[in-house]
């Protein structure tokens, strides 16, 4: 059975910090995995797809991270901002299902 | 571009009281459809996902019911709700191919 787990549950950083989250799955068998931001009491936000062949993904001060052979992923946040405070998810796709983390939750105070 | 709709965004309904949600896609045909559930303190989980109209696949047992009638509608329903299914419940698109889920603003149900 899947599971995924995030590193930490919780992180308080200054702005303009660069940080990096974590996401580790038990099977490496999935087609792709999506990183997601949520704000409070909202939908989530898709932030960045890496598929099973790639290695990494940007969009702009985003970039992840994928090495499926050891189930291990991270999200790398440059220059944090203070509008960068969310709770930060990923999921993976085993086949069209996906299955989520339980979070990090992130706050980034001026 | 491709917008999600879901409405109500908040509803509290009494123990024993029937449910319907709904969630609309717009701008893409034949989408692959989702309704998830994030309970308190707990991960998202998926409950039902559909690959077009009228077919529907159940995750886990329970109390809730969907249905595609057309192909970008998607709909959650109970005949009577129980206090465990309270939650913020998630609707979710994605398109053929590898490509991302995109979700919706949520519903918050609240049941007393």
């Known amino acids: 059975k899947q599971e995924v787990t995030q590193i930490p549950a919780a992180l308080s950083v200054p702005e303009g910090e660069n940080l990096v989250l974590n996401c580790s799955f038990t099977d490496s068998a999935i087609y792709n995995l999506q990183w997601f931001r949520q704000d409070p009491g909202k939908g989530l936000t898709s932030l960045l797809l890496?598929?099973?062949?790639?290695r990494e993904q940007t969009s702009g001060r985003l970039n992840a991270s994928l090495d499926k052979s050891s189930g291990r992923s991270t999200l790398y946040i440059a220059a944090s901002q203070p509008g960068d405070s969310a709770t930060y998810l990923c999921a993976v796709d085993p086949a069209d299902k996906l299955i989520f983390g339980t979070g990090t939750r992130l706050q980034v105070f001026p | 571009s491709q917008t999600i709709h879901q409405w109500p965004a908040t509803l509290v309904q009494p123990v024993g009281s029937p449910l319907s949600l709904e969630c609309t896609v717009e701008g893409t045909s034949n989408p692959n459809l989702y309704w998830y559930r994030q309970a308190a303190g707990r991960g998202l989980q998926l409950l039902f996902y559909s690959v077009g109209i009228g077919q529907i696949s159940s995750e886990v047992p329970q109390n809730l019911s969907a249905s595609r009638p057309q192909d970008r509608q998607f709909i959650l329903s109970s005949k009577k709700l129980l206090l465990s299914d309270s939650g913020f419940y998630l609707c979710?698109?994605?398109?053929?191919?590898?490509?991302?889920?995109?979700f919706g603003d949520g519903t918050r149900l609240s049941i007393l």
């Open positions: 890496i598929q099973s062949s790639q």
């Open positions: 979710a698109w994605r398109g053929q191919g590898n490509q991302p889920q995109h």
